[in-house]
């Protein structure tokens, strides 16, 4: 067969008509990712920074559809190959915050502890700051800051102060208090100023930390009239592992776990562990923050039938805007100026990732020699350098999936509680198809389905048996409520 111009020229055009079907283009309206992009490519979107006490809501627009999590201000969008798309539109939906929401500081009259001896407790201010939505809030938050921290620490961070607004936005309440050795210094002798979170130091008797969130709590109740409000926390790295033995010594319905990976002893034994969110740094290096033993501690949990949900904090690109991320004023001008440095001296590679593992002291040094900046904007931009790197620190990439996960229990019957006493209950077949039914010494009253990251799939009465013909198959725990107490069994559903 004889090829002809005519012919050649049909070829090229029915072959560009084909790539092009592969490809669509994206356009992001205040907010950064706008290109054209092939089928199944990964996509980074990021909204605009806002200007504080300005809330990010929500990603709207035909490639919302497409978003890994459309409620978070960064997410990654993918189209999958055939979908047919030519044109996509983002854009972002911003609020502001009401101006009845209150941040108000205060000394707070607490106690100190020398040397982690109880005997030696004293009366003494210690510096707090309360957060507060304009109406009566639906939950209250204690926020725990990480070795080295403070209650103020948490205000000169940008993602943290994110995390507080979206708090406030969503009605909830935040208090911050620093931990005894913040205020008195380091009490053990290991160098570090941290929270006291260490084995056998599990009551309001032997830990002062506790004793003093306690104190702060009943005071809180009386002052703000919150005696039906749900507590829950938050902590960042020492103050994660606080947050853990918080929650569960002092009853809390749910905790934010992020950057830490925990005390596996606890996680084990503890009787009132609570449900957790865990947020994990992909390239954490900190030696208290094994991504491998905090995914054990996690698994944990679902053995024991107490919901735990897991988030990784993946790495992200560096754009020019990025740095407008700050509360130390650092415009747009200057984080161009910041991102067109560090492009030139060859950090970033063709996509916008960094391509240290992990940026050093003396690298920052080369990087602020190059380019003026204030001693706190230099923080502010260290903090992005971890965010954008999944490293050890504080982030604010799923603000919205902590408070979805705290909805869900803000009422008393959806806290995990722990028998009185060991229930004689099961649960068979399992490898169950169809109908799941559960005997024992015990009447049992209603049930509810937890799937393998805990999360509720359905709850009813219950009858004679369980139809579970719909679940996909996998494992399962199923959480069910006696006359006599209530207890978590494990089945599989093939």
């Not at 108000?104 to 001896?117: A, H, I, Q, T, Y």
């Not at 004293?122 to 109406?135: D, E, I, L, Q, S």
Request: aromatic share 12%; glycine share 6%.
């Amino acid at each position: 067969m004889k090829i002809t111009p005519r012919f050649l020229s049909f070829f090229v055009f029915v072959l560009a008509l084909q790539l092009h079907a592969q490809t669509y283009d994206l356009m992001v309206d205040n907010g950064v990712g706008s290109g054209r992009y092939e089928m199944g490519e990964k996509v980074h979107i990021f909204a605009n920074t806002p200007k504080l006490k300005t809330v990010f809501i929500r990603w709207e627009g035909e490639g919302s559809q497409y978003l890994a999590c459309p409620e978070e201000w960064y997410t990654t969008l993918e189209v999958p190959k055939g979908s047919g798309v030519t044109t996509l539109e983002l854009r972002p939906v911003f609020d502001q915050l009401s101006p009845k929401v209150k941040v108000k500081f205060d000394s707070v009259l607490l106690w100190g502890e020398r040397n982690e001896d109880p005997s030696t407790r004293f009366r003494m201010k210690k510096p707090a700051y309360v957060v507060f939505p304009g109406t009566k809030p639906k939950g209250c938050v204690f926020i725990f800051h990480g070795t080295g921290g403070s209650a103020h620490s948490f205000f000169q961070k940008y993602d943290m102060i994110t995390l507080l607004q979206d708090l406030a936005y969503h009605n909830y309440a935040a208090f911050v208090l620093s931990s005894n050795e913040t205020d008195l210094g380091d009490q053990n002798g290991n160098d570090d100023i941290q929270w006291l979170s260490r084995k056998n130091r599990y009551t309001t008797d032997n830990n002062i930390d506790l004793f003093n969130i306690n104190e702060w709590k009943k005071m809180l109740i009386s002052q703000y009239h919150l005696e039906d409000v749900p507590f829950f926390s938050f902590g960042v790295s020492n103050g994660a592992n606080f947050g853990d033995l918080c929650s569960a010594s002092l009853d809390f319905n749910a905790t934010a776990h992020m950057v830490a990976h925990g005390s596996y002893q606890l996680f084990l034994n503890h009787p009132n562990m609570k449900p957790h969110i865990w947020l994990q740094a992909r390239n954490d290096n900190h030696p208290q923050a094994d991504p491998s033993i905090a995914l054990a501690n996690h698994k944990v949990l679902i053995k024991r039938g107490i919901p735990s949900e897991w988030h990784w904090l993946d790495k992200s690109p560096i754009y020019p805007t990025r740095f407008t991320r700050s509360i130390n004023g650092i415009d747009e001008k200057l984080s161009r100026k910041i991102f067109n440095t560090i492009k030139s001296i060859g950090w970033l590679d063709k996509e916008g990732f960094l391509t240290y593992d992990a940026i050093s002291r003396d690298s920052f040094k080369v990087l602020f020699s190059k380019i003026h900046l204030k001693g706190k904007q230099q923080k502010d931009v260290q903090e992005q350098f971890k965010v954008a790197n999944a490293e050890h620190g504080a982030e604010g990439n799923f603000n919205k999936k902590i408070i979805a996960f705290f909805d869900r229990f803000l009422s008393p019957s959806t806290a995990v509680k722990t028998p009185k006493r060991s229930l004689n209950i099961h649960v068979f077949p399992s490898p169950c198809t169809r109908y799941l039914k559960v005997y024992g010494e015990a009447n049992v009253e209603t049930y509810q389905i937890f799937d393998a990251k805990g999360n509720a799939v359905t709850k009813d009465a219950y009858h004679e048996s369980i139809d579970v013909t719909e679940l996909p198959s996998g494992y399962y725990f199923i959480q069910i409520k006696t006359d006599e107490g209530t207890t978590t069994k494990r089945f599989i559903k093939s």
